[in-house]
């Protein structure tokens, strides 16, 4: 069936955080231990139905290049959502999240829904390896204007609710 609305998402965050496989996860339910086996593919896609509409998702990984700050403008055009994610164990990755946020800022369009996503949540169950607190990450987004979850790309948990979270959130605003 004909899609009724295609929604550019980019994922963005520093190296190694998990998002290809947390595009993995929410595209293909899928997780894999040898991670950068989707490397040179640009896009994923998963089609779910909002508010009785055909929404297909379209969804974009960097494929690395945000180890060289390279991520292009070319990524951001046309982006409807973002999905801004650090790894919970890492706070460098959190504290680079403002470099996103500017870049995002820099780059895409003004109305751009944002998701911060702190992935890697199983990791934080055991004692002494979480890096960042939620509610520091939390107190973030708000201020920043962007929607919170955190997720863990190997369990699942809290992936398909982060993504449809921001597929309603832009479809409130496109229809
Ligand atoms: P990317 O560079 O941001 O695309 O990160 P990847 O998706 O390639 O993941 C980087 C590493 O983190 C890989 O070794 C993954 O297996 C691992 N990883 C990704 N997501 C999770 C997660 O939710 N939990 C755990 N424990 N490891 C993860």
Redesign the pocket.
């Known amino acids: 069936m004909e899609e009724d609305y295609v929604f550019k998402i980019v994922v963005v965050?520093?190296?190694?955080?998990?998002?290809?496989?947390?595009l993995g996860r929410f595209t293909r339910d899928e997780f894999f231990?040898d991670?950068?086996s989707t490397i040179g593919i640009e896009f994923q896609t998963r089609t779910v139905d909002i508010a009785r509409h055909r929404v297909k998702a379209q969804i974009w990984?960097t494929a690395?290049q945000e180890r060289y700050r390279a991520v292009t403008s070319a990524y951001y055009r046309g982006a409807l959502g973002a999905m801004l994610?650090y790894d919970v164990t890492s706070r460098r990755t959190f504290d680079h999240a403002t470099r996103w946020v500017a870049e995002l800022r820099a780059h895409a369009d003004k109305s751009i829904v944002v998701m911060l996503v702190g992935?890697?949540?199983?990791?934080a169950r055991d004692a002494g390896r979480r890096a960042v607190d939620a509610d520091e990450a939390a107190a973030f987004a708000e201020e920043q204007g962007l929607f919170f979850s955190e997720?863990?790309?190997?369990?699942g948990d809290n992936v398909e609710r982060a993504f449809l979270t921001l597929l309603r959130e832009i479809h409130a605003i496109v229809s």
């Open positions: 965050g520093d190296s190694a955080v998990g998002k290809t496989q947390l231990l991670s950068k990984d690395g994610v992935n890697k949540a199983d990791l997720a863990s790309a190997l369990s």
